[in-house]
Structure formats: structure tokens, C-alpha cells
């Protein structure tokens, strides 16, 4: 990898008119922003169809992308909306905070209208439609009839569906489709209008030069069509139900450790059948992006299981993971891929060798290096295969961070820095800049450190159930100011293009 810098902004954080940050013209702006401000990368946050507590982690779908993101713009240009059925739909009146509730009341049956009018018209029968469907049949058919089903069910989890529908009998699921037709036909058409906004966006960052970073989460959400229509790639009994959720051991931060309760994957059946559900994943990934940030690498490893049913992760065990077979048999039937490890939290000797072993660039965060003269974080301790960034998007901002910690830690920072700024607006560019300095390949810097934000724009709040995945940039708040100071910090630590 080149040395290059990026910046770190979800899509549904960029400004738009209509409640939240989607495929709009503000994207094709923020791309210019990008170029102008000699950076190579955009990095995003996980796109898939959020569910219940709005998390990008927690998708209905490892495979589809969040038809919030659709351009409501674009479908008025097609004909298939009107300017006063958009604009008299309420979308929340804060421009800085996503409303999801609203969303979801108001964003969701204009898309359901959109639909009929493409029916109308016949859209449906356009060879570029129907060559779609072909080409995304694996996972598609599966998600569109899912959530059909979901809807039909009163958003109930699959989990909690008639035995019929959950354990996908042939009759149940010829019956639902038949009965759902319209609806099934619906959630097509939104994964069809979002891919292709989306690859329009893409093509136009490339030509500006700038890689799109996807994130990509290493488990599958319970309530997805991925465990519903795949339970042979996970642990599940036959009842279809997990003998296993993922979680993690106690440790310092919580004596009972984390119960997240995701369904764990069947490794063993997935090496039989050439990792085919991951590979399928990761191919349709690299649709959207250019490099993946895969969330959670220690999980390949080795991962925790906690017995399903638990109230908490004391029972859990350790497993090994599937190490660098997985890897080889990606790169024998992928080939070569840009990737990320996300190897944050705890480090055991096993994924720090199957880091070595893989050859993918780790992650180094700032704000976790000063809490000891010897930690890993250290810029003194990179090397040039990894990605440095001052936060991620469960870190507080830099200027959060920086007030908080106590005055021994700020004072430690300030000598390792070499800042002597008081301001802490200037402080915060100190620290950005150290990053920079970073022999890292790769700076990627959140811009709402860029921006000096505080707790207002904390994008999430690990362990935290409200007021997460909701922050947006105002309206014009970009400067060519701004641009022009962060393209100085490229040129002068050499990480323009």
C-alpha cells in the first residue's frame, strides 16, 4: 500500500434534505471534498438494512444495502416520485440528528410507492432489471422474501415465526411467496435502485481517484436472512434454534464479559463446503467497496461461545477459529484482496501470528496509546503495514477525549506530541498530526476531528442502547479552509496521491 491518508464519515452522516446522509448529491460533494483535500480514501461505516437499535453491526442482511441511503432525488428524476410526495413527507426537522422512527413511518412508503409506479411502467420487465435479479439470485430471493415475511409478521424475529416459515419448509415458503408476491417484488427493487445509485457513486470516486474503505462485521446479526436462510453455515440445532452465541470472556471493563448474541458460524461445515457462504459475502462486498475493513479479525483465530439462552458470558469457552485455511482458500478463489484487519481489544499470541501469517494491515488507535509507556500504540511502535487513526467510531472524539482524561495523561500526551497548545481546538490538530507522522501506510482521521466536535458528535457508544448511529454534518459546514489545511498535513507528511 502507498502511503495515503483518508477520512472516516458514515454515509448516513452526510447532509441531505430528507432526514438522513444517502447517495445524494452532498455524496458526490463530499468526494470532491475529498480530492480537493489531497486524501485517497473514503472509509464508511458497515450499509446494510439497520434494524432494531438502528446499528450498521446489526444488519438484516450481510448482502444488502440500506435502502434509507436511496436517493430520494434520483427517483423523482426517474418518475417514480413526486416533488410534493417527498417533500411533504416529514423526515425529522433536525438537521444534525437522524430520526429513524421517522424514517421508518414516512421514508419507508414513499420507497413502497416508487415501487408500484416502476410496476406501472414496466420497469420491471427492462433487460437491466431483470439481468440483475439473475446476478444477485444468491442472496436476494432469500432477503426479499425475509422480509417480506418479517413485514407480514408484524416485524416479529424469524426466530419466533410459525415451525412452517422458520424451518423454511418447501409448502410455507411456496405459499409465501405466492401470497407476497407484491411485497417480495417491492424489496427487490429497492436492493436494484440502491446498487445501482451506488455503483453510479462509486464510479465517480474512482474517477476522482479516491478508494472507497467499507466496514464489514465479522458475525451476522440472529434476526437476519442470512441465519434464517443459511442455518447450515452457523451452529443451530434442528429446530433451527443456536446452540451458541458469540460474546466475549470477562475482563477488566466487565467481570461477567459481553453478551452480544450473534449466531456463531459452523466453521467446520463452512471448510467443507469451501467457505462458500463467506466467500459469497466477501465477493459481493468488493461490489461496493475497494478495500474492506473486516470488523472483529481475532474471531478467525479464535472466538468465545457462550451456551445459548445465557444471562451473561461467564460459561463461555474459547475455540479456535479457522486461521489461515480461510485465507488461502479466499485468496485461491478471489485472488489478491485489499483488506484491513480491525485487531483491536485483546491480543493473544494466536492472532497476532495469524496477523503475521495473513499479511493484512493492523490497526493502530491513538487515543489507546497513552495509558502506558510501552503500548503497542505508540507511534514509535508502528510499522508501515497498518492503518493509524486518531479514533474510530466507538471512540469519543479527540477533543472529548482529550478533556477527559486526567492532567497526568494530558500532560503525558502533550510531551509525546510535542504540542504546547493550550487551545484545545489546536491540541486536537496536534494529535491529528501525529498521526500523520505515523510511519503507518495508511492515516485515516474521523472528520469530526477535523471539525473539533465534541460528545454531540460521537458517532457510537459501546454498550450504550440510545442516541447512537444518529449524528450528521450541517449544511455547507465543509470549508475550502479546511480543505486546505488538511491537503498541508498530506503534503507535508507525504500522503497525497
Known amino acids: 500500500m502507498k502511503r495515503a491518508s483518508g477520512i472516516l464519515f458514515p454515509v448516513f452522516s452526510l447532509p441531505s434534505r430528507y432526514g438522513i446522509g444517502c447517495l445524494s448529491k452532498e455524496a458526490y460533494s463530499f468526494v470532491d471534498f475529498l480530492e480537493k483535500s489531497g486524501q485517497s480514501y473514503w472509509q464508511i ?15 438484516f442482511s450481510a448482502f444488502a444495502g440500506n435502502p434509507y441511503f436511496i436517493c430520494l432525488e434520483d427517483l423523482i428524476e426517474e418518475g417514480l ?16 440528528r437522524v430520526d429513524y422512527g421517522r424514517l421508518y413511518e414516512n421514508r419507508l412508503p414513499l420507497l413502497a410507492k416508487a415501487h408500484e409506479r416502476f410496476i406501472e411502467k414496466k420497469l420491471n420487465e427492462a433487460k437491466e432489471y431483470k439481468e440483475y435479479l439473475e446476478k444477485e439470485a444468491f442472496w436476494l430471493e ?61 464510479e465517480y470516486a474512482a474517477k476522482k481517484n479516491i478508494k472507497i474503505i467499507g466496514d464489514m462485521p465479522f458475525y451476522a446479526a440472529m434476526d437476519s436472512a442470512d441465519a434464517w ?41 463452512e471448510k467443507k463446503n469451501g467457505y462458500s457462504w463467506w466467500i459469497h459475502r466477501i465477493e459481493r462486498n468488493y461490489e461496493f467497496y475497494d478495500v474492506i475493513r473486516i ?24 475455540h479456535k477459529g479457522p486461521g489461515m485455511d480461510f485465507f488461502r482458500a479466499l485468496k485461491k478463489q478471489l485472488g489478491d484482496v485489499d483488506m484491513i484487519a480491525e485487531d483491536l481489544g485483546t491480543v493473544t499470541p494466536e492472532n497476532v501470528k495469524l496477523l503475521e501469517d495473513s499479511g493484512l494491515p493492523g490497526m493502530k488507535v491513538l487515543q489507546f496509546a497513552f495509558t502506558s509507556w510501552d503500548s503497542v500504540y505508540m507511534t514509535h511502535k508502528h510499522e508501515k503495514n497498518c492503518v493509524v487513526y486518531t479514533g474510530t467510531h466507538d471512540n469519543m472524539t479527540s477533543l472529548s477525549w482529550i478533556k477527559c482524561i486526567n492532567d497526568g495523561e494530558r500532560d503525558f500526551v502533550r510531551r509525546y506530541i510535542n504540542s504546547v497548545n493550550t487551545d484545545y481546538g489546536q491540541f486536537v490538530w496536534d494529535f491529528i498530526r501525529e ?36 449524528w450528521r454534518l450541517k449544511p455547507d459546514f465543509l470549508s475550502d479552509a479546511l480543505s486546505s489545511s488538511i491537503r498541508m498535513l498530506a503534503e507535508t507528511y507525504c500522503r497525497l496521491p
Not at 159 to 184: F, G, H, N, Q, Y
Not at 236 to 264: R, Y
Not at 436 to 459: F, H, N, Q
Open 45 to 59: 461505516l458497515p450499509i446494510g438494512p439497520t434494524g432494531f437499535g438502528d446499528s450498521p453491526y446489526q444488519a
Open 435 to 470: 498521526a500523520y507522522r505515523s510511519v503507518a501506510d495508511l492515516c485515516v482521521i474521523p472528520l469530526t476531528d477535523y471539525l473539533v466536535l465534541g460528545d454531540e458528535a460521537r458517532i457510537n457508544t459501546p454498550g450504550a442502547a440510545e442516541n447512537n448511529w444518529q
Open 81 to 96: 416520485l413526486t416533488w410534493d410526495e417527498v417533500n411533504s413527507a416529514d423526515m425529522g426537522s433536525d438537521p444534525e
Open 229 to 269: 436462510s443459511h442455518p447450515d453455515a452457523f451452529l443451530m440445532d434442528k429446530n433451527f434454534e443456536p446452540t451458541v452465541v458469540a460474546g466475549c470472556p470477562p475482563d477488566a471493563f466487565s467481570s461477567t464479559g459481553q453478551l452480544w448474541g450473534n449466531p456463531i458460524y459452523d466453521w467446520a461445515a
Open 142 to 202: 432469500d432477503y426479499a422474501l425475509f422480509m417480506a415475511i418479517k413485514q407480514a409478521q408484524g416485524g416479529k424475529p424469524w426466530t419466533e415465526w410459525d415451525e412452517p416459515l422458520k424451518k423454511r419448509t418447501k409448502t410455507a415458503l411456496a405459499k409465501a411467496k405466492k401470497e407476497l408476491a407484491d411485497v417480495i417484488s417491492s424489496f427487490e427493487f429497492r436492493q436494484y435502485e440502491f446498487d445501482r445509485q451506488w455503483k453510479k457513486l462509486h
Open 295 to 318: 470488523d472483529h479479525f481475532h474471531g478467525f483465530a479464535d472466538y468465545y461461545a457462550i451456551p445459548y439462552g445465557s444471562t451473561d458470558a461467564l460459561d463461555g469457552k474459547m
